[in-house]
């Protein structure tokens, strides 16, 4: 028998016996900010797990994309897997959503965290499916506060005339409109160059967004307002999630888990560490807010809400409690 001969019989019977190659699945999973910053480490945190859990039969490559928007259409067509996202745009894929995205709705994070980890959060979720995408957890963005390049704002009345760029959200822009302000709808890939090229004069994020983002380098003011609190989601799509066996499902949702503590601990360590960084880079800091005055203005569009929304779901949220 030749050398040759010898030499591919061997190299075949090797291969035989080290078993079939494990066959590797590749997930690819995008979010809208820097790798340093609560989306980045919920997705670092939501790649590790998943990959050790199955012993890297799943590999997942993160991506950024500051498009919300066409992250949610992509994760929908399926040409990414998953995206983690705010809210912002997905009212508009996912109606029920923009229930959750009403201004001072919310209390404080243990209020927004409690109730969309409940059963009217999971009842939000399961709405997805209708529109073609999967709600897989809420994950934090965090609340928001105004910030812009032209005054200080600390009355509903400094807001008047005001363009504030808002996200592609109808409630959010409802509610700036209703304050006299100017909204402007856009994807945050055309953020900082509409504050640049002074398209608009402030916008609303946030600090985890506007520290990661350097947004005082186009910012001056900030007031804290809180005016809503912003929940982010991972979304992915169907037929990613219908072929996992009941063994990766789980490890999957393990991973989601470990994305959701990564990312909300990394939102409570900067809301407590941003403002003084902020001050820090220069920025010209509101801390003390009328919070009743804001409320109070944004009257009529609380009343739209009622009407135009789940008032009835509204009002479960408004009064839910953790349970004793
Ligand atoms: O989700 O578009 C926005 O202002 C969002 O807060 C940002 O993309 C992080």
């Known amino acids: 028998m030749s050398l040759f001969r010898r030499a591919a019989i061997t190299a075949a019977l090797a291969g035989l016996m080290a078993g079939p190659a494990l066959a590797q699945t590749q997930l690819t999973l995008q979010h809208p900010l820097p790798t340093n910053s609560h989306y980045g480490v919920g997705a670092a945190a939501f790649k590790e797990t998943l990959e050790r859990l199955t012993s890297n039969r799943y590999r997942v490559t993160v991506q950024r994309n500051d498009n919300e928007r066409e992250m949610v259409e992509s994760a929908q067509i399926g040409t990414i897997d998953c995206t983690m996202t705010s809210t912002g745009p997905v009212g508009n894929f996912v109606p029920a959503v923009r229930n959750v995205d009403v201004p001072f709705l919310f209390r404080d994070y243990a209020h927004a965290r409690g109730v969309l980890d409940s059963e009217i959060g999971q009842s939000i979720l399961s709405q997805f499916n209708a529109r073609g995408l999967v709600g897989v957890i809420w994950l934090e963005n965090g609340f928001r506060h105004l910030t812009n390049s032209r005054r200080e704002v600390n009355l509903p009345a400094d807001m008047r005339g005001l363009k504030v760029r808002t996200m592609e959200n109808q409630v959010h822009m409802r509610a700036f409109t209703t304050l006299g302000a100017l909204p402007t709808p856009m994807a945050f890939s055309e953020l900082v160059p509409a504050l640049q090229q002074g398209t608009v004069d402030g916008q609303e994020n946030p ?16 007031t804290l307002t809180s005016h809503v609190y912003s929940p982010a989601l991972l979304i992915c799509n169907p037929g990613t999630m ?5 063994a990766d499902r789980a490890s999957f949702m393990e991973a989601a888990r470990a994305a959701q503590m990564a990312n909300r601990n990394r939102v409570s360590a900067d809301d407590a560490s941003g403002v003084e960084e902020l001050r820090r ?9 009328d919070t009743a005055a804001f409320q109070a203005a944004l009257a009529p569009a609380f009343a739209e809400y009622e009407r135009t929304l789940d008032g009835a779901l509204l009002r479960r949220i408004r009064d839910w409690r953790p349970a004793q």
């Open 207 to 222: 600090i985890p967004v506007i520290v990661a983002n350097n947004l005082n380098q186009v910012q001056r003011y900030l």
């Open 242 to 246: 219908g072929r996992l066996n009941s």
């Open 281 to 289: 880079r220069g920025m010209i800091v509101v801390t003390t807010v």
